[in-house]
């Protein structure tokens, strides 16, 4: 394998928690939640899932455990902003405050512990083409899942009557509800679902990224991912290029740290979150208003119930 092929790889393995968190977020925004809870859910996806794959040495469970722990986080955020109608954003805060919490709690008895990495699948033939096989046809089980629910998430929300009644009630929720639509239930089973994506992220990163558990090590990624949303302006398509995008910048800031170019290591690991910032001002200023209003890029946040 030569360099340029691992620097490939490793774009695809950084990249791949990002998007499958950014298409359950995407997906919540869209019924129109914005739930900024998805650090704390896919921290909690990641110690869960580390601590039974480690205990029941099982993967397969690990995942989830993990997708569970994210659902059920989710669960309670939609609780309290469905059920209680609280603010989102400072409940979505409080719960990403709340899980980084709890999963380092959680995930205390098993640091240091490590797990064996997962078999990639090798399409017979494919594989063997030059860069291209190895990069498309040597992946693991959550990479090609990744780009399946890209897919799934597209032709859900625009070839399916249900994903057509989600949009309608994100962009205009007293509208759907004087028409009899179930807002209610169709909000609480889109949080779920993107609180089961940001845990089975988060569970990527504990059983294939890293194989190892740390507090902390979801290291602003569900942030990213929020962003992503943004970025994309709601289109699973753009998801996909804006992941990979900014797993790129996340790995190349890496390679440069280690080929010392006389740059601040700190000022190049700011690199990503440098591109996120970036990125959405030259968005709100093509666009001329602040992204994430209501009404911007089409989004369908709603403040309210």
Do not use: K
Request: charge should be positive; include cysteine.
């Amino acid at each position: 394998m030569t360099i340029f092929e691992a620097i490939l790889l490793t774009i695809v393995t950084a990249s791949t928690p990002l998007l499958i968190a950014a298409l359950g977020e995407l997906v919540s925004e869209r019924s129109g939640v914005l739930n900024l809870g998805v650090e704390g859910m896919m921290a909690m996806g990641a110690a869960c899932s580390f601590a039974a794959a480690v205990t029941f040495n099982s993967t397969l469970l690990g995942v989830s455990v993990g997708m569970l722990a994210g659902a059920l986080m989710a669960a309670l955020f939609a609780l309290v902003v469905l059920g209680f109608a609280a603010n989102q954003v400072g409940s979505g805060l409080a719960l990403t405050i709340f899980g980084l919490g709890l999963s380092g709690l959680i995930g205390a008895p098993f640091v240091g512990a490590r797990r064996d990495p997962v078999s990639p699948v090798d399409v017979p033939f494919l594989s063997d083409i030059p860069v291209v096989g190895r990069l498309f046809f040597e992946q693991d089980l959550f990479v090609y899942a990744s780009f399946a629910l890209t897919i799934l998430v597209a032709i859900y929300l625009t070839r399916t009557r249900s994903g057509l009644t989600l949009r309608s009630i994100g962009e205009n929720h007293t509208s759907a509800n004087a028409l009899g639509l179930p807002v209610w239930r169709v909000r609480f089973w889109a949080i779920v679902f993107g609180g089961a994506c940001a845990g089975l992220a988060g569970a990527y990163l504990a059983l294939v990224y890293t194989r190892f558990w740390s507090p902390g090590m979801t290291a602003g990624r569900g942030w990213i991912a929020l962003a992503l949303v943004v970025f994309a302006a709601w289109r699973p398509g753009w998801l996909l290029v804006g992941a990979y995008i900014f797993g790129a910048a996340t790995v190349l800031q890496l390679h440069a740290q280690a080929a010392q170019f006389g740059v601040p290591s700190q000022l190049l690991s700011a690199v990503p979150y440098l591109a996120t910032i970036i990125a959405l001002l030259l968005l709100s200023l093509r666009h001329g208003r602040a992204i994430g209003a209501p009404g911007s890029l089409g989004t369908p946040f709603v403040p309210d119930r």
